[in-house]
């Protein structure tokens, strides 16, 4: 997979991502042809932590110009063919202009995007900072110009702003949230996946908060084992381990957090601690 210019750089991807990206793109542009002339991989794959039959595929598609009516039904279209024909791995995105990626997230107006495959035009959390941070710097171009070659607005004050306050907001409230254990939120939470999720998603914001560079889960956890105490080894993990990433070897062996009360508690405590570190720092 590789973008249009003739600087592209070729880049390979797993085959479900190349399935579902040229089901898109054939869809789109047999429904509105030149509509979409940019379409660039974001996420985990950008970031090298793509994981088949786990991953989504993250995306940023652009337009030459504001979406009408008919350009958002077609969209509309493709997506719903794209996901009859690849039901899986998500393709999740946003749909912009280049003049929204030059002029940055906070000026960009409302845009149709994807969410579990399902197209949707009230509110995309994905236009924020971190996204275009990744889009600057990390995106794999499936149609157009290479990063690099097209203006993306990055404001580096904006990003650490933005991630201390999905730490402030969004974090504290998934803590609170998860360790209720009698809530619905709170027994969903004796599954591992909550653990990965909240551990290694904490983590990546402390690492950007801290150095203004976006990381992958994995890398964040490898982050996290060398910033924090090692009171806090076990639990790091232990949701490294269930994301499924690689780490070396522990110094001293350390009991994994197998009992999914024990896992639970140590996971939102640990996210408790992250966020105050981090947001106390300012």
Known sequence: ????????RRRV???????????????????????VEGLYLTGSLALG????????????????????AAD???????HAETRAQRARPYFDGVHVTWQDLAAGPASCPAVPYTLRGKFRTDDAFEVNPV?????????????????????VGVDRAALHDWTLGNLDGYWRRWHTAHRAPLSLTGL??????ATAWGVLGVSRLHH??????????????????????PEWHPVIEEALRLHGSVTAPPA????????PFARRRAATDFVAMVVEDATSAG
């Open 72 to 78: 958002v039904t077609a969209l509309g279209q493709a």
């Open 131 to 151: 996204t275009w941070a990744v889009l600057a710097k990390n995106a794999v171009p499936a149609r157009g110009p290479v990063p690099g070659g097209f203006e």
């Open 1 to 8: 997979m590789h973008g249009e210019s003739g600087s592209a």
């Open 208 to 229: 950007t908060a801290a150095t203004g560079e976006i990381v992958s889960k994995g890398a964040a956890g490898r982050y996290a084992l060398k910033t924090f105490a």
């Open 188 to 193: 969903a939470a004796l599954n591992g996946r």
């Open 13 to 35: 991807v797993h085959p479900s991502v190349e399935a579902v990206v040229r089901a898109f793109l054939a869809s789109a542009d047999r429904t509105r042809p030149g509509l």
């Open 252 to 259: 001293a062996p350390s009991r994994p957090l197998r009992n």
């Open 49 to 68: 932590d793509f994981r088949p039959g786990r991953s989504d595929v993250d995306f940023v598609a652009v337009t030459a110009q504001r979406l009408s």
